[in-house]
């Protein structure tokens, strides 16, 4: 095939709307094939160094720089491009994490970091090491990469205006954003392509040290916030009135709580609201009858409460219990991507966030990483208990004897898979477990060694039938990990799948947060 026909080709590998980048961007260009044969004019949108992006009257499309020359006003200086990405959002992530993960990121692939500061945030310029002058030095500069502190909700919105590359984001993407970015051309924020987690952090109930309440179910702390309990009294603590704390709707987890935890309901009126996480965090600390919800990675002099449930269950925030999603508050710090290619740095510095080295970053930065840690049966007493304890008349001794001879076997992986609330869809923590495990599959950490995939369900329903549910989800999630790992060989890492149902509880039925928890896919090794 020619080179004009592969650079045209080249040309429909990516088609979006006109209206995808802003005008104010676009600049006249002509892209010419290198027999001169074909011609193709109109708004140069973006050049990633390798890659044109021009609006045509054939609608956006994206060529191979490669086979083709640039002609007009809008064309890069070719030999001078410095790639240039933009991450906004989050303060949570834009203050400490993004930083340390950029940093680490240029020490690791050798790039001189010079950073200044903004007004509302950071930028660092990369620059390549000049090997031709003595003792080393700056050589081209390669990238700038800016930092923005915004909130998630203007993060995303940079984002689908393509004022940022990347969002940086405490929740989910709403289903309005979602929608407004299908029908932009933006893609799909909702897919594993364009929504990662780079990080797990932690929603904690937080009270002042001299306060004598460490414990509070997780009923009780929506009746706080819903007004229905208002005397700390009730929760087995002084005679005294709640003062109950929470950010502003998008700052800190206000907005993943409000989802979470009340599902629906109405905020109380007397709860006062703070402008972010810091704020709160030192409000609550200094007031003896105060609780807010704050980052466990920031929550300051602050004592984090310990959660219950109504059937006996108990859970405090630790790494092992946020990794697995044990903790009923865990909250992953995503990272949205746009729906068109990156630069090359760009990439790279996605592949870097998938890293060991940036695992320990994250860890230093204060935040749970998503390596899989194992956790042997004695860590697992309190979970063999409450299965004894919850076992209803479904549930014999002789599945759960069965359950306990594999977990004297079998070490748990801290990586677990749930499904989204309703659907038989993995969440998007899930989704990007599924590419850490397939990843370390096919760098070999498991080889030799065997993996069960063990499915759970929640107690409502007919117990064979929640086991058959349960254990189709469990095949359905090694068929993903399976089919991430392109080039994994089965005969490296022995893996199946099998389920138990019911018979594991780790969180009460009787809410539907505690329902969806159960709900899960386990992967234990031996």
């Not at 045509?56 to 490669?66: A, H, M, N």
């Not at 306990?404 to 898979?417: E, G, I, K, P, Q």
Request: proline share 4%; glycine share 10%; hydrophobic share 45%.
């Amino acid at each position: 095939m020619t080179l004009l026909r592969a650079a045209f080709r080249a040309a429909l590998f990516l088609l979006l709307p006109p209206l995808a980048c802003p005008a104010a961007l676009a600049e006249d260009a002509t892209l010419t094939a290198r027999d001169g044969s074909i011609r193709l004019s109109g708004d140069l949108l973006s050049y990633d160094g390798e890659y044109y992006r021009i609006a045509t009257e054939y609608g956006v499309l994206t060529v191979d720089g490669s086979g083709v020359s640039c002609e007009g006003p809008g064309c890069p200086e070719l030999g001078s491009w410095v790639a240039r990405l933009t991450f906004s959002g989050a303060p949570e992530m834009a203050d400490v994490l993004l930083p340390a993960l950029v940093e680490g990121f240029a020490r690791r692939r050798g790039y001189r970091l010079e950073r200044s500061t903004l007004e509302r945030g950071l930028r660092y310029a990369l620059y390549e090491a000049d090997t031709g002058r003595e003792g080393g030095g700056a050589g081209r500069k390669a990238a700038e990469f800016t930092i923005l502190r915004s909130s998630s909700g203007e993060g995303i919105a940079d984002l689908l205006s393509e004022q940022a590359d990347f969002a940086l984001s405490l929740r989910e993407a709403s289903a309005e954003e979602v929608a407004r970015a299908r029908e932009a051309g933006l893609g799909s924020l909702a897919s594993a392509r364009q929504a990662r987690v780079i990080a797990l952090d932690a929603m904690a109930a937080i009270v002042a040290p001299s306060n004598p309440v460490r414990r509070i179910s997780l009923a009780d702390l929506r009746a706080i916030y819903t007004g229905e309990i208002t005397n700390w009294r009730e929760l087995g603590g002084e005679d005294a009135p709640i003062a109950a704390y929470l950010p502003e709707d998008d700052a800190g987890y206000a907005a993943l709580f409000r989802t979470t935890m009340l599902r629906g309901a109405a905020l109380a009126e007397g709860v006062t609201r703070l402008p972010d996480n810091d704020a709160l965090a030192r409000k609550v600390a200094q007031d003896p009858f105060g609780i807010g919800i704050a980052s466990l990675a920031r929550h300051g002099a602050a004592a984090v409460l310990t959660l219950t449930g109504s059937c006996g269950f108990e859970v405090a925030p630790d790494a092992q219990t946020i990794k697995a999603e044990d903790y009923p508050l865990t909250a992953p710090l995503y990272l949205y991507l746009p729906g068109r290619r990156l630069p090359r740095i760009g990439r790279e510095f996605l592949s870097y966030l998938r890293s060991d080295m940036a695992q320990m970053v994250i860890r230093r930065a204060g935040l749970v990483d998503q390596m899989p840690g194992e956790m042997p049966v004695e860590a697992q007493g309190r979970r063999l208990a409450n299965a004894i304890l919850a076992a209803g008349e479904e549930i014999g001794l002789e599945e759960l004897q069965e359950m306990a001879r594999l977990m004297a076997d079998y070490r748990r992986l801290s990586v677990t898979f749930r499904f989204r609330d309703g659907s038989s869809a993995l969440d998007a923590p899930s989704l990007s477990n599924v590419a850490l495990l397939a990843h370390a599959l096919e760098a070999g950490e498991y080889d030799g060694r065997a993996l069960l995939f063990v499915g759970f369900s929640d107690g409502q329903g007919e117990a064979g039938a929640n086991r058959r549910l349960a254990l189709k989800r469990a095949r359905a999630v090694l068929a993903a990990v399976r089919d991430a790992a392109e080039t994994l060989e089965r005969s490296r890492a022995e893996m199946r799948a099998i389920a138990f149902g019911e018979a594991l509880p780790i969180a009460c039925d009787d809410t539907p947060w505690g329902r969806q928890a159960n709900r899960r896919v386990e992967v234990w090794l031996r």
